[in-house]
């Protein structure tokens, strides 16, 4: 994929390449390799839904990282949120024994309640950091 390459609508060029970084909450090691796999699948979906595309994810047992190109029209701490509640929920709904050990509380809890979301550049640090993301040290 050629990333300094432009998408193009009716009015405008564009390249928006994004980095999300989500933490468990409390940064509890809650999230097994299976889990991984399945966000991949859950935030590829939803961004799809977004008009946006899933470049890179990973993570670890306790963060995931998510790289992702998005169109101008979107508001950013929106589709954040969504992506938070949507993979929240099917989480806890199909992992629900194994994140009982982690989150005992009434509310249920998945994510961290902050996120780090930072914007790419179009060719070697993005390079860069697909390769990092990729490294990622994934739970058994």
């Known amino acids: 994929m050629d990333f300094r390459r432009l998408k193009t609508r009716s009015n405008s060029a564009f390249r928006l390449l994004y980095h999300l970084v989500l933490v468990t909450k409390f940064r509890n090691n809650s999230l097994t390799g299976e889990m991984?796999?399945?966000?991949?699948d859950i935030?590829?979906?939803t961004l799809a839904k977004w008009d946006c595309?899933?470049?890179e994810f990973g993570g670890e047992s306790n963060h995931v990282h998510v790289l992702f190109e998005a169109i101008p029209s979107i508001d950013l701490s929106k589709l954040v949120n969504n992506l938070k509640t949507v993979s929240s929920r099917l989480m806890r709904k199909e992992y629900?024994?194994?994140l009982k050990r982690f989150y005992?509380?009434?509310k249920p809890m998945f994510w961290g309640g902050s996120y780090a979301l930072i914007s790419v550049g179009t060719q070697a640090p993005l390079q860069k950091l697909i390769a990092y993301v990729q490294n990622q040290e994934?739970?058994?």
Request: charged share 40%.
């Open 138 to 140: 994934k739970p058994e």
């Open 96 to 98: 629900a024994a194994h």
């Open 104 to 106: 005992w509380s009434e």
């Open 53 to 55: 595309e899933l470049i």
């Open 36 to 40: 991984l796999e399945r966000l991949e």
């Open 43 to 45: 935030f590829r979906a």
